[in-house]
Nanobody
């Protein structure tokens, strides 16, 4: 099995910064893309950012220029650096990873349990 554990959420004032981390552990052969999603109150889960195993990134328009996604392949960890936070960024942030648990098997997506980000105005 594969576990993803997020950390780094919390309460921050508007304009402030937070860094989220998500570490994958367990039966991992390789990890393809990793990503961050968020779900605000009464909203659907939405994509925030993704990063491939070779470092190519994709960010939602709403966070471009403010958020940065990165990963440490040696640690099976993905990060989300969030600067210039706005009240509308408040949400539960979830990480996911596309993981192959054995050579020759089909990768599948695993999700973390989520970490709360609250932004006060």
């Amino acid at each position: 099995q594969v576990q993803l554990v997020e950390s780094g959420g919390g309460l921050v004032q508007a304009g402030g910064s937070l860094t989220l981390s998500c570490a994958a552990s367990g039966s991992i052969f390789s990890i393809n893309a990793m990503g961050w999603y968020r779900q605000g109150p009464g909203k659907q889960r939405e994509l925030v950012a993704t990063i491939t195993s070779d470092g190519s990134t994709n960010l939602a328009d709403s966070v471009k220029g403010r958020f940065t996604i990165s990963r440490d392949n040696a640690k099976n960890t993905v990060y989300l650096q969030m600067n210039g936070l706005k009240p509308e960024d408040a949400a539960v942030y979830y990480c996911n990873a596309n993981v192959k648990t054995r050579w020759g098997t089909t990768p599948r997506v695993y999700w973390g349990q989520g970490t709360q980000v609250t932004v006060s105005s």
